[in-house]
């Protein structure tokens, strides 16, 4: 009960407190999106770009600890795409954006922050080495399996240059990639720009979770509650439950494991959405999964930190 209160409670009254702003109309929204757009293109990039850029690269890049975390993620799409289609009976682009909901967790706007209060700054290593390849391993599997479901017969080069284009008009995939420049390069920084990337830093995490906060007041959960309730499963169970199972078989250190498995049992990020509205499909089970995953992940994660702890 001490890690819900001090570790979970905290992050998520700071989501409270954005998502009763809007509500109650004293934040608007056209200040939520500019909260966001703040954070997701600029603040969070500059805090990826600085963690990337200080990474021990040999260090916290373990093959065992990419495999548990990312075997987990394809193991939270596979249920999620066989579910929509064998028990729910949906199209096939519908089950592809239903898989990506179970693909895509939340690994910054709630993983960082809570992995931060649970187990301390140094700890976070590891969720950046995941976090380095997960938006553009996400998208790449779910671009690719979306256009071979559309386009059955289409052409290699043209999806993959679909998949490139998705991944590199992300500005989070943007500021992880020259937070590697710089460390493969040795990039000397200024300390006046490393003052400043400090400062964008701080106001990173705290600033999205109030936006995540308002973003959420738009995702109201209406009908399909039987698919959205599958995809909450497959983000909040399979994924951190096959990540765990690895993780152990694999021999992870405890930090590694930690990493893994909390940022596995995050809720479907805000990106699931954005990637079933990109495709017109199951866009309502998309934002509602964003929604009730999140409520349901302030119990589902106390229960993992217990297992973890």
Not at 40 to 58: N, R, S, Y
Not at 217 to 232: K, N, T
């Amino acid at each position: 009960m001490q890690a819900l209160i001090d570790v979970i409670l905290p992050v998520f009254l700071v989501m409270g407190f954005g998502y009763l702003a809007v509500w109650r109309g004293l934040f608007s929204d056209a200040g939520v999106e500019g909260l966001m757009k703040f954070t997701q293109h600029f603040a969070i990039p500059c805090l990826l770009f600085k963690a990337i850029a200080g990474l021990d690269l040999g260090q916290e890049f373990q093959p065992a600890l990419l495999g548990a975390f990312y075997l987990g993620a394809l193991s939270g799409f596979g249920v999620g795409f066989l579910g929509a289609r064998l028990l729910f009976h949906r199209p096939w682009d519908d089950c592809v954006a239903i898989g990506f909901c179970g693909l895509f967790s939340n690994s910054v706007l709630l993983g960082l922050p809570i992995a931060e209060r649970a187990f301390g700054t140094e700890a976070l290593r590891f969720n950046y080495a995941i976090i380095a390849v997960h938006a553009p391993f996400c998208y790449a599997v779910g671009v690719t399996v979306m256009e071979i479901v559309r386009n059955p017969g289409g052409a290699p080069l043209a999806t993959a240059q679909k998949v490139v284009r998705a991944m590199f008009r992300n500005a989070l995939v943007i500021g992880i990639g020259l937070g590697f420049i710089a460390n493969l390069t040795a990039l000397p920084l200024p300390d006046v720009f490393q003052s400043a990337l400090d400062l964008m830093v701080r106001a990173a995490l705290p600033a999205a979770l109030f936006g995540l906060g308002g973003a959420l007041v738009r995702y109201r959960p209406e009908g399909d509650m039987r698919a959205i309730l599958w995809v909450c499963g497959c983000s909040l169970v399979v994924h951190p439950a096959v990540a765990f199972g690895l993780g152990k078989a694999f021999g992870l250190s405890t930090d590694a494991l930690r990493a893994a498995v909390l940022t596995a049992a995050m809720a479907p990020g805000v990106n699931t959405y954005i990637f079933a509205d990109m495709y017109g499909a199951a866009r309502r089970v998309a934002a509602s999964g964003v929604l009730v995953g999140t409520a349901l992940s302030i119990v589902t994660v106390w229960l993992w930190l217990l297992i973890l702890h």
